[in-house]
């Protein structure tokens, strides 16, 4: 089984940054594609980010020149580095990841971490 642990999350002011990290653990035979999707209060989960193994990436139109996705494939870990953050950014992020697909789709992977409560506001 696999583990997917986010961290980084927490409170910061409109147009401050923060960096989230998802690290996988456990049983990992290989992994292809990781992501980032989020969830507001009163809103269906929606994608945020994601990454191949191969490094190709590819981001939701509301989070595009402001979110940068990354990955260490040695270290099973993916960011996601937020900046220009929004009031709308507010949600609780998770990570996500799969063993077969070459990227995520709006359902996300096999694997999910626990997520991380991300708030901006003044």
């Known amino acids: 089984q696999v583990q997917l642990v986010e961290s980084g999350g927490g409170l910061v002011q409109p147009g401050g940054s923060l960096r989230l990290s998802c690290a996988a653990s456990g049983t990992i035979l290989s992994i292809n594609a990781m992501g980032w999707y989020r969830q507001a209060p009163g809103k269906q989960r929606e994608f945020v980010a994601g990454i191949t193994s191969g490094g190709s990436t590819n981001y939701a139109d509301s989070v595009k020149g402001r979110f940068t996705i990354s990955r260490d494939n040695a270290k099973n870990t993916v960011y996601l580095q937020m900046n220009s953050l929004k009031p709308e950014d507010t949600a609780v992020y998770y990570c996500?990841?799969?063993?077969?697909?070459?990227?995520?789709?709006?359902?996300?992977?096999?694997?999910w971490g626990q997520g991380t409560q991300v708030t901006v506001s003044s």
């Open positions: 996500s990841a799969d063993r077969r697909a070459a990227r995520l789709g709006p359902a996300g992977g096999d694997y």
